[in-house]
C-alpha cells in the first residue's frame, strides 16, 4: 500500500541550511509536494516536484528526487526562526482526484 | 480573497452528540476535501467530492456524512460523536483533476468530543 515516512523532529541553528528527508513507497507517484504547517494555521504549499525531475530550486528552498530510492528531501538554505513550522511531505498517487498521501510532518525547530 | 474557511474554530462536544463542521470556498474550485489530523501522525483523507452533487469516501470516512449542494459548500456532519473523533479537521479544495494544482487549505476545526 501507499506510504510515506518522516523523521519527526529536526532542530538546527539559526542560519544553517536544514534538511528534511522523506520516503514514499509508491513507486507510481506523479506528483510530491512539500507543505509547511504553522501552529494553530492550515496547511500551506511550498513546492512540489514531478516525478520525471530530480531536482527542483524555488529561491531557498531545494527539493531533491531519488526516484530509485523513493526518496525525498527538502533543503532550506540559511534557514531562520520564521522557518519553524511543522513540514509535512505528500505524494499523488497516480490517478485519483488529487489524493493526496501524507507522512506524519517533520517539527523544524530553530535556535538561535 | 477569503480562499478557505472553516467554522468553527475550536469546539467540545458530548458523546453521542451532532453536529456539522462548515467549509466554504470563494476560489471556484470544483474539487474539495475533508482531512483529519490525528497528533503526530499526517493527515487522512475522509470524503471528497468533485463536484456539486458528487461525493466519495476517502481514507477513513465512518462516522462522518457529507455532502455538496453547491460548489462553494462542503460540510462535514458528524453524527453520533465518539471519543475516537477527537481530531483537528481540515478543508481544503483544488481547481482540477490535475496532480500539479495544489490544494489551498483552511486553518482547521479543532474538535474535542468528552
Known amino acids: 500500500g501507499e506510504d510515506v515516512e518522516q523523521s519527526l523532529f529536526l532542530s538546527v541553528r539559526e542560519g544553517d541550511s536544514s534538511v528534511i528527508n522523506c520516503t514514499y513507497t509508491?513507486?507510481?507517484?506523479?506528483?510530491l509536494y512539500w507543505y509547511k504547517q504553522e501552529p494553530g494555521a492550515g496547511l500551506q504549499l511550498l513546492t512540489y516536484?514531478?516525478?520525471?525531475?530530480d531536482m527542483k530550486q524555488d529561491q531557498r528552498l531545494t527539493v531533491l528526487l531519488n526516484k530509485k530510492d523513493k526518496h525525498l528531501s527538502l533543503r532550506i538554505a540559511d534557514t531562520q526562526t520564521g522557518d519553524s513550522a511543522i513540514y509535512f511531505c505528500?505524494?499523488?498517487?497516480?490517478?485519483?482526484?488529487?489524493?493526496?498521501?501524507f507522512g506524519a510532518g517533520t517539527r523544524l525547530a530553530v535556535h538561535p | 480573497n477569503a480562499g478557505v474557511t472553516q467554522t468553527p474554530k475550536f469546539r467540545i462536544l458530548k458523546i453521542g452528540q451532532s453536529m456539522t463542521l462548515q467549509c466554504t470556498q470563494d476560489?471556484?474550485?470544483?474539487?474539495m476535501y475533508w482531512y483529519r489530523q490525528d497528533p503526530g501522525m499526517g493527515l487522512k483523507l475522509i470524503y471528497y467530492?468533485?463536484?456539486?452533487?458528487?461525493?466519495d469516501k476517502g481514507e477513513v470516512p465512518n462516522g462522518y456524512n457529507v455532502s455538496r449542494s453547491t460548489t462553494e459548500d462542503f460540510p462535514l456532519r458528524l453524527e453520533l460523536a465518539a471519543p475516537s473523533q477527537t481530531s483537528v479537521y481540515f478543508c481544503?479544495?483544488?481547481?482540477?483533476?490535475?496532480?500539479?494544482?495544489?490544494?489551498?487549505f483552511g486553518d482547521g476545526t479543532r474538535l474535542s468530543i468528552l
Open positions: 476560489m471556484n474550485h470544483n474539487y
Open positions: 505528500a505524494e499523488t498517487p497516480i490517478g485519483g482526484y488529487n489524493k493526496l498521501i
Open positions: 516536484i514531478f516525478s520525471n525531475m
Open positions: 509508491d513507486s507510481s507517484s506523479t506528483y
Open positions: 467530492s468533485v463536484g456539486a452533487g458528487i461525493t
Open positions: 481544503a479544495s483544488s481547481y482540477r483533476d490535475r496532480a500539479n494544482q495544489p490544494q489551498h
